[in-house]
Structure formats: structure tokens, C-alpha cells
């Protein structure tokens, strides 16, 4: 616009200057070069809209039918209305700028009612597209009876359907997918009541079957309690006896020998008869006196252990004593040694002084070996 305007008022000064001023070329062509740039300008502002707005496209082009409709009815008809008549001398005035200009109002609008027409049809397909994918997913989700996920599909073709049809579609699938859960639950109940039931007769069975193997063992237990009774009777008599007699360790063995026999029978009925409670409890009775007399022999055995060895240390002691009375003796039975090499026949190495000894044969040099 500036170009437009300082072009204008360029071309009249020079105009009016009768000569003065030069530069008319230059003038027109910015004035040119100005109204081109807004023209492009503005076509390109109304292509963008239009690309957007479809409505806005329509106008564009609606306003170029309508102004090249004018000139031509102004240019062709003598006795046309006067706002078709000054079209038609505007553009024999300016054609440079009328004709691009009502040329890019049909080109800019044309194209931008494309433009919107073929992004409409590529987000429809777009979107059909997605529809037809989330109905697959859908479809998928029920088969697998995932019905959370096929919920998630069906939400989103909901968003992305837009054809009757497809939506109808996606309604029924959604009842489909309810009916369906609901089949799912039952079925599921059905099944865990069925399993609880399996559950309950297999715990039944398996707790006669302990029972039989429970009552098997029992009966053999007392079959094979009445066998070892007399056994075991006989132990504790041993036992009792040999308790009488103080001798613990032949008590000890016969008492552990009945108390293995009766172990035989812990945790059966047997051992609630009243023959084996009658043992055990014999058992029980003689077991601390038992314990007692082994301790006096342990404690007895100790102090006989004790005694041999202070008796072998007081012995070892008297035999090293002995030991080193003899070296001494022996030590003082040698004769001293000259340095010579002679012995002295009245010297002794036991003796406190050697004074007197080896005088004529050297002094003392040692003992004999």
C-alpha cells in the first residue's frame, strides 16, 4: 500500500511539473510493482482462508464470476447499468490490473474450495478408516472376551464413526458387548461354583480315605501293640529290677528298650489304652531314678578318673625325683678331669672346692665324660 500511494503522488507531481521533474518510469513501475505485491498478497491471505473456510472460498470465486460478469456485460452492451459501464472503462483504464486481479479472485478461490474439498475428504477417509480399525478391534476384543479393551475400540469408533450406518453398527456392537459380559459372568460363575463344588466332594473323599487309612493303622497298631505288650512288660520288669539292684546302666538299657517299644505306638489310639498308659507312666516313674544312679556313677567314675591321675602325676613327680637324685649321685661319683688330660685320683666332681686338685698336672679342666 505505501508503494501504491507514494507511486500516485510521485506520478502527479510529475505530472504537474510541466517538465521539471523526471523519473516517470521509475514511479510507474513501483506503483506497479505495488499494486502486484497487494494483489499477491491478498490472494494468497484469501487462498489460506478459503483452504479453511469453504464458505469464504465461495465468496472468493463468487466475486470473481461476478466481476468479470460485469465487464463483460459493461463492455458488450451499449445501454448497460452504469456500475457495469465503469467496470468495463476500469478495466480498459487499467487492464494490467483489473484482469490479474479478477484472474486470482477465481484462480485463489477455485483453489481453495479444492483445497477445503480435498481436506474434508481426506479427514473423512481418515476417519472411516479409523472407524473401520476400531470395529476390527473391537470385533477382536469380543472374540478374545476382553471386554474392557473391546469398550476402549467401541469408544473410540463412537468418536470416529460419522455415517449412520457405522454408528447403528457400533450401538449394536455395545449391546453385543454387554450382552456378552453378562453371558461371561455367569458362565464364570457357573464354572467357580462348579469347581467349589469338585473342591468340597474331593476334600470329602480324601477325608474318608483318611479315615479308612486312619482306622487301618489303628487296627494294626493294636494287633501289633497286643504282640509287644508282654515285651515291653518285660523290660519295665528288667528295668525294675535292675533299678532295685542299683545297677543303672543295665536299668538304663532295659528302660530305653521299652520306651522305643511304646514310641511305636505315639499318636494312635493305643496309646490311650490303659495298659499303655499304665507303662508309660512306668516309664516316667523310673526314668529319674535312673537318671540319678547314672549320675552318681558318672560323678563316681570321675572322681576314681581323678584320683588315678593324681596317683600317675604324684608317681611321675617321685620318678623324676628319683631321676635327678640318681645324676646327682652319679655327677658326684666322677672324678675331676686335669687339663692335661689325666684324672685325679683323689679328687671328686661332687665336692664344694677343688683346691689341691691337679696342682702338678695342669688345674681343673672338668669331670670326667
Known amino acids: ?9 510521485v506520478l502527479r507531481e510529475i505530472t504537474r511539473s510541466e517538465g521539471r521533474y523526471t523519473g516517470e518510469p521509475r514511479a510507474r513501475l ?21 483452504a479453511t473456510s469453504e464458505p469464504v472460498a465461495l465468496v472468493v470465486l463468487g466475486a470473481g464470476v461476478v466481476a468479470g460478469l460485469a ?14 459501464a465503469t467496470a468495463a472503462r476500469a478495466s480498459r483504464q487499467a487492464p494490467w490490473v483489473i484482469y490479474p486481479a479478477i484472474a486470482g479472485l477465481l484462480g485463489v478461490g477455485l483453489a481453495g474450495f479444492i483445497t477445503k474439498r480435498s481436506a474434508d475428504e481426506r479427514t473423512r477417509l481418515e476417519a472411516l478408516a479409523a472407524c473401520e480399525q476400531a470395529r476390527r478391534g473391537a470385533n477382536e476384543a469380543l472374540e478374545a472376551a476382553s471386554f ?9 469408533a463412537r468418536r470416529t464413526c460419522v455415517e449412520g450406518a457405522a454408528l447403528q453398527e457400533v450401538a449394536r456392537a455395545e449391546a453385543d458387548a454387554d450382552a456378552r ?59 525294675s529290677a ?27 489310639d493305643v496309646q490311650r489304652s490303659e495298659r499303655c498308659a499304665a507303662f508309660l507312666a512306668h516309664v ?15 560323678q563316681r567314675r570321675e572322681d576314681e578318673e581323678r584320683r588315678r591321675q593324681e596317683l600317675r602325676e604324684a608317681a611321675e613327680e ?14 658326684a661319683s666322677l672324678r675331676v678331669q686335669c687339663c692335661d688330660g689325666t684324672l685325679s685320683p683323689s679328687c671328686l666332681c661332687g665336692r664344694s672346692s677343688y683346691r689341691g686338685c691337679c696342682s702338678r698336672h695342669g688345674g681343673v679342666c672338668g669331670c670326667e665324660d
Open 1 to 9: 500500500m505505501p508503494a501504491i500511494l507514494l507511486g500516485r503522488l
Open 30 to 50: 513501483g506503483f506497479g510493482l505495488g499494486w502486484a505485491g497487494t494483489q499477491v498478497y491478498t490472494l494468497v491471505l484469501l487462498y489460506v482462508i478459503g
Open 71 to 84: 465487464i463483460a456485460i459493461g463492455s458488450s452492451a451499449a445501454g448497460a447499468p452504469q456500475p457495469f
Open 148 to 156: 474392557d479393551r473391546a469398550r476402549s475400540h467401541l469408544q473410540e
Open 181 to 239: 459380559e453378562r453371558e461371561a459372568i455367569q458362565r464364570r460363575a457357573e464354572e467357580e461354583a462348579a469347581r467349589k463344588e469338585r473342591e468340597r466332594a474331593e476334600e470329602e473323599r480324601e477325608r474318608a480315605e483318611e479315615a479308612r487309612r486312619r482306622a487301618e493303622r489303628e487296627q494294626k497298631a493294636a494287633a501289633r501293640f497286643k504282640d509287644v505288650a508282654p515285651v515291653i512288660a518285660r523290660h519295665l520288669q528288667v528295668a
Open 242 to 268: 535292675m533299678a532295685t539292684q542299683r545297677r543303672w546302666e543295665d536299668a538304663k538299657a532295659a528302660l530305653s528298650q521299652a520306651e522305643f517299644a511304646l514310641n511305636e505306638f505315639r499318636g494312635t
Open 284 to 298: 516316667v516313674r523310673l526314668w529319674p531314678d535312673v537318671d540319678a544312679g547314672l549320675e552318681q556313677i558318672r
Open 318 to 331: 617321685r620318678l623324676q625325683q628319683m631321676r635327678e637324685a640318681a645324676e646327682e649321685r652319679r655327677q
